[in-house]
Structures are given as C-alpha cells and as structure tokens.
C-alpha cells in the first residue's frame, strides 16, 4: 500500500491570448477546473498505476472540498484520513497564454491547516509499505509522518516540490529523494546544470536519490556509489505538465511492489518503469485527467 500525506487543490485554468500585465484585465478564453495538488494528483498517479493506495489531507467547507473529495474516491482511494476543515480548499489560480506561458498563485486553504497529524493519521500511516510526501502542506505533518515511517521501517520517498531547503531534522528521515533538476538545486543548495553534480551533494543528505531529467528521463544515485541512468521512452510531448507526478506516484508503486526496496539491482527497471508513466503522461494534454494508468505505463515499458 502507498499511503500519501499531502496537498489536494483544486486548478481554476483559462486561456488567454496573453497574460495580463499588473493592473491590466484582458479577455480570455476557456475556462475549466481541474482537480490537482501534487498530494492528490501523485496519489491518483499511484492508484491509476496499480496500487492500493490511501490520502491523508485537508479540503475545505467549500463546494472544491466536495469536487476534490469525490476525485479522489472515483480514483478508488482510502479517503478515510482526508478531513474537512472551516474556510475554503486550497486553489490554484492558472492563466495560460498561447505560447503556453503561464502564471500561477496559489492559495493553500486548508492544506495549510493540516498542521498536526492525529491517532487515526498513525494507523494509517502504519498499513503504507511506502509513504510518499511532498512539500504542499505544513513541514510539520510532512515530519510527523516521516518519523512514524522510519519508526516502522517503512520506506519514506520523498518529493521536494515546490523546492526549498530542507531542515536536517527532516532530511535525515528520507530515504528515496525525488527531485527534478531545479528542486535539485535549490535542496543541494549547488548552483550547477550538471546531473552528476547535483547527484553528488544530494547522496551527501540522504541515503538515495532519484533525479529526473525530463526528456533525458532519469538518474539513481545512493551512497555506496551506485549511478543509474535512463532514458525516457521517445514520445511526441503534447502536455508535460503533472508528468513529474505521474513519475514520483509510480515510483512509489515499483517501490510497494517490491517492499518498499530500491537497490543498485531493482534502480534500473523501477526508474524506466517510472519514466514510462512520466512519458505516457506527456503524451496527453491535460494535467491530473492525464495520469496514465497502468497498462498505458506498461505499454510504453515494453516499447
Ligand atoms: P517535472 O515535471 O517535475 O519538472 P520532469 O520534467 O523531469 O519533471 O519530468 C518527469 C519525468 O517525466 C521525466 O523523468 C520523464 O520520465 C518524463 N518526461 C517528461 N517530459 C518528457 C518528454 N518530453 N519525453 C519523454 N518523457 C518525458
């Protein structure tokens, strides 16, 4: 099982000619909402990928907190630790031009309430082979959750999106780091473009990373000087947005599949797998409803 503590947000999305510059209004075009978080969207990533999968997280009193709520079940997950708390759902506000520019704000809502994690959160908690996380929500719960994973010998994957620097307290908690190449930066607090470079300053943090590398695909490193690197499946990209979802949620499902182990042995299928699922994401427009499911994922693993 794949337990995720993390973000549900609901993405408020229009096209626009061009964006709008301070003070101006212009014109847009379609509008559409779009369930999303990386919390929520890495835990459909996981469900559509195969796994038994449940979401601890907030939605607010709100009509998104319902909209959110009910994705995640038609998902077929474990919303038993996804509370409802006072005040609005976390939103994102996202205008995209026609170059596919784009500006977003984002509004925590009731992610930012998920605070502390309760006695029903710990049993959940326990049932995970992996616990996966990410930083949308109060670095509070994210530590909570870590440390009641490393209690129980439960692997603690950890994506650091949006990217920040990560007390010691936390990072000392992780096992699998997933990074792209600029959360790589900013975590390893290095200033280079150099995969192997960032590699390095992050193995000296955690036990194991996995760096992805958009449509290079994907790096392992770990501290017994083990490097992996893949390379994505060649596809014609139409959307990449969420694809770094759909490849931290199906690493994580490798990971459960194989108890929670990622080796210098199993690095090499589990990042390719994961990549396949990051790459059939690309290949659809759309970011949450473009979360590849598992025969997808397998389809383009075998190409
Ligand atoms: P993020 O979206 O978080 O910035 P990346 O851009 O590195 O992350 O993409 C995550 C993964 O998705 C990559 O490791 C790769 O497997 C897959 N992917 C992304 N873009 C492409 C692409 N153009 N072609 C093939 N695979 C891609």
């Known amino acids: 099982r794949v337990v995720v503590v993390g973000s549900a947000n609901l993405d408020l999305v229009v096209t626009?000619?061009?964006?709008?510059?301070?003070?101006?209004?212009?014109?847009?075009?379609?509008?559409?909402?779009v369930p999303g978080g990386k919390g929520a969207n890495q835990a459909v990533a996981a469900a559509r990928a195969g796994a038994d999968c449940a979401f601890v997280g907030a939605v607010g009193t709100d009509d998104f907190g319902m909209l959110l709520s009910d994705n995640l079940i038609a998902a077929g997950i474990d919303v038993r630790g996804l509370r409802t708390v006072d005040g609005p759902s976390g939103v994102a506000l996202i205008a995209v031009d026609g170059a596919a520019e784009n500006f977003i704000v984002v509004a925590p809502g009731a992610n930012a309430a998920l605070t502390t994690l309760d006695a029903a959160d710990?049993?959940?908690?326990?049932?995970a082979d992996v616990l996966l996380l990410q930083l949308e929500v109060p670095l509070a719960a994210v530590t909570q959750a870590a440390e009641w994973a490393r209690a129980d010998g439960t692997t603690v994957v950890l994506n650091?999106?949006?990217?920040?620097?990560?007390p010691a307290e936390l990072l000392d908690l992780v096992d699998v780091l997933v990074v792209n190449e600029h959360e790589a930066a900013v975590v390893g607090g290095v200033f280079t473009e150099e995969p192997g470079a960032l590699l390095d300053a992050l193995v000296t943090l955690v036990p194991r990373v996995v760096l992805t590398?958009?449509?290079?695909?994907?790096?392992?490193?770990?501290?017994?000087?083990?490097?992996?690197?893949?390379p994505a499946p060649k596809i014609d990209a139409v959307d990449t947005t969420a694809a770094g979802d759909a490849f931290t949620g199906a690493l994580a499902v490798a990971l459960a599949e194989r108890g929670g182990a990622l080796t210098a042995d199993t690095a090499p299928a589990v990042l390719r797998w994961a990549c396949a699922a990051g790459a059939a994401c690309a290949q659809r427009p759309g970011a949450s409803t473009a979360l590849p499911r598992r025969a997808a994922i397998d389809a383009l693993y075998a190409a």
Request: charged share 25%.
């Open 16 to 33: 626009t000619p061009q964006l709008p510059r301070p003070g101006e209004t212009v014109l847009g075009g379609d509008f559409r909402t």
């Open 122 to 127: 710990r049993t959940a908690v326990a049932a």
């Open 160 to 166: 650091a999106a949006p990217a920040r620097p990560l």
């Open 213 to 230: 590398l958009g449509a290079r695909g994907a790096a392992y490193a770990d501290r017994d000087d083990v490097r992996v690197e893949v």
